[in-house]
């Protein structure tokens, strides 16, 4: 209980500081978001001062003092209003947020958790046959996969797969002609739409986790437990389960809490190149616009799920390994 209660005053403490560094951040960029629109309106002739108070006020652009603004901003983090984007005025953020969430979660989420579960397995695998075509077949393919980047992986894939073959398409999270529901029809065009981002993540982030998981468990297995199970006669199935790969699966599970965290951010490259509108796609138009609100709103979420993520794998890190909670 003692565990619980330090790890969770330490996740409200840094709470607290992830979100008033969230407050700063996003005014310490150059410019306003009014200026873009001043801009424009420059080049028909000079803008008056009260022309651009007018935008401005328009726009929502926050006035006041810091520190007003610093308690109105923490006043919508508790109520989770975070007012209308400058951006895609007069849209407001929470609604544009709960579109995107959705997407990203689905996408981004899914294949996170399928590449860890995939890999750990292979990893294990890999390690208790190591020196066979087992262990040279998925380490190396494993270190291949890893070598390439994302959005190189997604660009190769959306043009022999998109615009070659025409197996998937190019662009968005359903067809244009689809309307969203919960309906077979739209879920199986939504699936389809998702197979290229999905296999981008998938075949970029599995090699990590094999060769991560491999080279854990290589390590176990020369552990004295392990050596004293195996001498006991226990089956090579529980040994490698129960024994090994229980201790090699903590550097791993470190690695998905912030996998697992990093998934409400989404994918930014992978979302972009394909033009899918989730959390990634989101915010990167957040910032090209230097839209306050909703990078704001954004940075608050990806820091939370990190956090709670990581809180959640503190704690079972304890439950997994005794010795922690010392």
Do not use: C
């Amino acid at each position: 209980m003692k565990y619980i209660a330090g790890k969770l005053g330490l996740f409200v403490l840094t709470l607290w500081a992830a979100v008033t560094l969230n407050f700063f951040l996003p005014r310490l960029m150059p410019g306003s978001p009014a200026d873009a629109a001043i801009a424009k309106l420059s080049q028909n002739g000079p803008v008056t001062e009260a022309t651009r108070a007018a935008i401005e006020a328009q726009l929502g652009v926050p006035d006041g003092s810091l520190w007003e603004q610093y308690v109105s901003y923490l006043r919508q983090v508790v109520t989770l209003d975070f007012g209308v984007s400058y951006t895609f005025y007069p849209q407001t953020v929470s609604s544009m947020v709960s579109t995107a969430l959705p997407y990203t979660i689905i996408l981004v989420g899914i294949v996170t958790i399928v590449a860890f579960i995939l890999g750990t397995l292979i990893g294990v695998a890999a390690a208790w046959k190591r020196g066979t075509w087992l262990d040279a077949l998925p380490t190396l393919g494993g270190s291949f996969m890893s070598t390439f980047p994302y959005f190189w992986t997604a660009l190769l894939l959306l043009f022999f797969a998109g615009y070659v073959l025409h197996w998937f398409p190019t662009t968005g999270a359903y067809s244009a002609t689809t309307t969203p529901a919960f309906t077979p029809a739209f879920i199986g065009d939504a699936l389809l739409h998702a197979a290229l981002p999905a296999l981008t993540i998938l075949v970029t982030s599995l090699g990590g986790w094999i060769i991560g998981m491999r080279n854990a468990m290589i390590n176990t297995l020369g552990d004295d437990y392990v050596t004293f199970a195996e001498a006991n006669g226990l089956r090579g199935g529980t040994v490698a389960v129960r024994y090994a790969a229980r201790n090699a699966i903590l550097p791993n599970l470190t690695g998905f809490g912030l996998a697992l965290g990093g998934v409400v951010g989404g994918s930014i490259l992978v979302e972009q190149v394909f033009g899918y509108p989730g959390i990634g796609y989101l915010l990167f138009n957040a910032v090209i616009g230097q839209d306050y609100p909703l990078m704001q709103a954004l940075f608050l979420m990806i820091t939370v799920s990190v956090l709670v993520a990581n809180f959640l794998v503190d704690i079972l890190y304890g439950a997994l390994d005794p010795r922690t909670r010392r």
